[in-house]
Every structure is written in structure tokens, then in C-alpha cells.
């Protein structure tokens, strides 16, 4: 494939069952050190960043956890406000209304600031935690593509990053466009290479395999 330029970026946030007794990201690191704790972590399926960033989670505290599989962030949000799992890495758009309505509790933003639906949620890196992650989107073409239509391509691209009525549609959902300066293809290119290697290493740390 072909990177045609840098689409759009959110942060993820860690939720809890609002069961917990802990109130914040420090006083969940010390429940979860517990002697004895088991914790129940869900993700949306293996190899998804929700997955990825429990994982990090963990080991940023340094505890081992029960990662639980769920087919996709609907069941896996579903068991969190239901009470049946204890935490879950969750998109702002997933979750946002749970935390809101007290269903669920919010423990912290993967970003450097706080999201504008949940002003009150600090981020990890507030609370100590050096986690700075963020999904992403791209635009691609298929390999070889000539590099004017590469151009024709991110020129399109550019123009409807640009306008207001996308920006906003997507700040509903605590999503932001790419700075312009990051929407070139050379931009898009960088960012592949450097999370293949990030996540590579961590993926291959952890021994995580699609068939678990």
C-alpha cells in the first residue's frame, strides 16, 4: 500500500465498573497491586489497540491481569456497566455517556490533554502514567500508484480536512484532524513505520498471537 496522508486521531480512555472503590488512576494501580488481586481486563479481540492498551496499562503498574476477549467494544462495554468485568480501555464516543451517567467509572485519557466531553476524567500522564496513545486514521492507495495521483489524491484529502462542517463532525466525537503540517504522504509513511516498530516490540514482549 501507499500512503496518501494522515486522516484523523483520538485518545482512548480507561474505564472501570463503577462498583470500584478506587477514584482515579492511583488508587486503581494500588487495588490492582493488592495481594491476591485478580483483575479482569476486557478488550475488543485480540491485536485491537483496546487490547494493546490494557496491555500497556498493566505493565505501566507492573501487575499481571486476565485479559478478557470480547468480540468487538459493544460487549465489552456492555459487561463493564453490567459489573461482570473490572476495566476496560475504551474510545471517548464508547464510553463518554457511561462515565457521564455514573454507569461507569473514568480512570484516564491515553493523551498529553483532557477531552472536552469529559473535562472532570485528568489523563494518564497527569496521574504519573507515561501512556501517550492515540488511534488513528490514514488514507491509502494500492502499491505502485504513480505519484501524481498520490498528489491528486491528498489534495482532495487536504480540502475536505479543511472544512469546518468535517471538523466539527468529528470533535462530536473527541476526534481531530491531522495538523495540515502531518497530512502529507511522507507524514502518513513516517507513522506507519514508527508503529510497526512501537507495537512490534510490545506484541512480541507480550508474546500476544491471533489465535489467543
Given at each position: 500500500?501507499?500512503?496518501?496522508?494522515?486522516?484523523?486521531?483520538?485518545?482512548?480512555?480507561?474505564?472501570?465498573?463503577?462498583?470500584l472503590?478506587?477514584?482515579g488512576?492511583?488508587?486503581?494501580?494500588?487495588?490492582?497491586?493488592e495481594?491476591?488481586?485478580?483483575?479482569?481486563?476486557?478488550?475488543?479481540?485480540?491485536?485491537?489497540?483496546?487490547?494493546?492498551?490494557?496491555v500497556?496499562?498493566a505493565?505501566?503498574?507492573?501487575?499481571?491481569?486476565?485479559?478478557?476477549?470480547?468480540?468487538?467494544?459493544?460487549?465489552?462495554?456492555?459487561?463493564?456497566?453490567?459489573?461482570?468485568?473490572?476495566?476496560?480501555?475504551?474510545?471517548?464516543?464508547?464510553?463518554?455517556?457511561?462515565?457521564?451517567?455514573?454507569?461507569?467509572?473514568g480512570?484516564?485519557?491515553?493523551?498529553?490533554?483532557?477531552?472536552?466531553?469529559?473535562?472532570?476524567?485528568?489523563?494518564?500522564?497527569?496521574?504519573?502514567?507515561?501512556i501517550?496513545?492515540?488511534?488513528?486514521?490514514s488514507?491509502?492507495?494500492?502499491?505502485?500508484?504513480?505519484?501524481p495521483?498520490i498528489?491528486?489524491?491528498?489534495?482532495?484529502?487536504?480540502?475536505?480536512?479543511?472544512?469546518?462542517?468535517?471538523?466539527?463532525?468529528?470533535?462530536v466525537?473527541?476526534?481531530?484532524?491531522f495538523?495540515?503540517?502531518?497530512?502529507?504522504?511522507e507524514?502518513?509513511?513516517?507513522?506507519?513505520?514508527?508503529?510497526?516498530?512501537?507495537?512490534?516490540?510490545?506484541?512480541?514482549?507480550?508474546?500476544?498471537?491471533?489465535?489467543?
Open positions: 500500500m501507499t500512503a496518501v496522508g494522515l486522516v484523523n486521531t483520538s485518545p482512548m480512555m480507561i474505564v472501570g465498573r463503577n462498583t472503590a478506587a477514584n488512576a492511583g488508587e486503581l494501580a494500588a487495588w490492582m497491586k495481594p491476591g488481586r485478580q483483575v479482569t481486563f476486557g478488550h475488543a479481540g485480540v491485536g485491537t489497540l483496546a487490547h494493546l492498551c490494557a500497556l496499562f505493565q505501566a503498574i507492573g501487575v499481571a491481569v486476565d485479559l478478557i476477549p470480547y468480540r468487538g467494544g459493544t460487549p465489552a462495554m456492555a459487561d463493564i456497566v453490567a459489573g461482570h468485568a473490572d476495566l476496560y480501555c475504551a474510545t471517548p464516543t464508547s464510553a463518554a455517556e457511561q462515565v457521564r451517567a455514573g454507569t461507569a467509572k480512570y484516564g485519557i491515553t493523551a498529553r490533554e483532557r477531552i472536552a466531553s469529559l473535562p472532570a476524567v485528568p489523563t494518564l500522564i497527569e496521574q504519573g502514567f507515561a501517550d496513545l492515540q488511534l488513528w486514521h488514507l491509502f492507495a494500492p502499491s505502485g500508484t504513480p505519484r495521483i498528489d491528486r489524491l491528498n489534495a482532495a484529502l487536504r480540502r475536505a480536512l479543511a472544512d469546518p462542517k468535517v471538523i466539527a463532525s468529528f470533535a466525537n473527541e476526534v481531530a484532524v495538523p495540515a503540517a502531518q497530512q502529507s504522504p507524514a502518513a509513511a513516517d507513522l506507519v513505520h514508527a508503529e510497526i516498530v512501537r507495537w512490534g516490540d510490545i506484541i512480541r514482549a507480550n508474546r500476544i498471537e491471533a489465535t489467543q
